[in-house]
């Protein structure tokens, strides 16, 4: 099965040499989603909690354009720029996610992101 590109104008369209996604063997491997808001590519940055739901959409959007689902991922990557924020970027998470199945996740703080926002984060999910 050769790798296919997965594409979506429900999430912001990539800025570099990159996708949006990558799917190959049943693996949908989700690029870092910033809070941009496809619709106008605004920031969407006011307070941490928009900031990681708009992230949050932004990974649905494109984890269902490859068809699957937030039920079917299997890793979060979570990188934020001030740890301080940990506790509410999570109490936002986790209403993306049934606890008892929600899947494994690295949060690792950093000294910069993409254009100086708060929180971005990446996902793998399996596509059946």
């Known amino acids: 099965m050769p790798k296919k590109i997965i594409q979506t104008d429900q999430a912001p369209a ?6 949006q996604a990558t799917l190959a063997h049943g693996i949908l491997y989700v690029s870092g989603q910033i809070a941009l808001d496809p619709a106008t590519g605004d920031l969407l940055t006011s307070d941490i909690e928009t900031e990681t739901r708009r992230v949050m959409d932004n990974l649905r959007a494109i984890v269902e354009a490859g068809g699957s689902s937030m039920d079917q991922i299997l890793k979060c990557e979570v990188f934020v720029s001030d740890m301080e924020n940990f506790g509410r970027i999570n109490t936002v998470y986790a209403t993306y996610f049934d606890e008892a199945t929600a899947p494994a996740r690295a949060l690792v703080q950093v000294a910069n992101l993409p254009k100086y926002v708060n929180v ?3 996902c793998i999910a399996l596509v059946e």
Do not use: F, T
């Not at 990539?14 to 996708?19: E, K, R, S, W």
């Open 120 to 122: 971005e984060i990446s």
């Open 14 to 19: 990539p800025v570099g040499a990159y996708n």
